[in-house]
């Protein structure tokens, strides 16, 4: 059992299933370990916002732990102008807020994010990223999502990448479930 149950991570819960959503993309970065505080303050104020979370678990005192933890720590994503900026400013959790220049390929970067997400596979959040084959997924909840494969150990890793961050997050994919892009 998570220490904490998995709380609201998207407000509104369609958030990145429409297409028609108002406002620009902001990336808050945050204090240390204070995105799901700001989360709830967002939630509250009914503030559009995108928080990814992965599942963890680890071994702690002989009892195993589990918990979700955010895939891009001290990051979370706001939707909405700059009076939406404005309240999530005065909480005094941001450290700053990131203007994004290219709101189009962050919206499909965390659209892409969202679907790895919600598909239940499990995830690892990836640094600093290196480039890779572009391959196509053919099968499955993700089926015709295109990303970058990286090898861990014997392991093949589909990885979705959020380039204004430079960060993304994979899962493990077996060598039938994708075909390489031209």
């Known amino acids: 059992m998570p220490l904490l149950?998995?709380?609201?991570?998207?407000?509104?819960?369609?958030?990145?299933?429409?297409?028609?959503?108002?406002?620009?993309?902001?990336?808050?970065?945050?204090?240390?370990?204070?995105?799901?505080?700001?989360?709830?303050r967002l939630l509250a104020r009914h503030i559009a916002f995108f928080l990814p979370l992965y599942h963890r678990e680890w071994r702690s005192g002989g009892r195993l732990r589990s918990s979700y933890l955010p895939i891009f720590p001290s990051y979370i994503f706001l939707r909405g102008d700059g009076e939406a900026r404005q309240h999530a400013l005065e909480t005094n959790?941001?450290?700053?807020?990131?203007?994004?220049?290219?709101?189009?390929?962050?919206?499909?970067?965390?659209?892409?994010?969202?679907?790895?997400?919600?598909?239940?596979?499990?995830?690892?959040?990836?640094e600093r990223l290196v480039s890779g084959a572009r391959v196509e997924?053919?099968?499955?909840?993700?089926?015709?999502?295109?990303?970058?494969?990286?090898?861990?150990?014997?392991?093949?890793?589909?990885?979705?990448?959020?380039?204004f961050l430079q960060r993304g997050v994979s899962i493990t994919l077996e060598s039938w479930m994708f075909r390489p892009l031209p």
Request: proline share 7%; glycine share 6%.
């Open 137 to 163: 997924i053919l099968s499955g909840p993700l089926a015709g999502m295109a990303g970058t494969i990286l090898r861990r150990g014997k392991h093949k890793r589909f990885l979705v990448e959020v380039e």
């Open 93 to 126: 959790l941001v450290v700053r807020a990131l203007e994004v220049n290219d709101q189009i390929r962050l919206d499909q970067d965390l659209r892409r994010v969202y679907q790895l997400v919600v598909s239940g596979s499990p995830l690892s959040p990836e």
């Open 5 to 40: 149950e998995l709380e609201p991570y998207v407000c509104p819960p369609n958030l990145l299933s429409d297409a028609d959503e108002a406002g620009q993309w902001w990336a808050l970065h945050t204090r240390p370990r204070a995105e799901k505080s700001l989360a709830r």
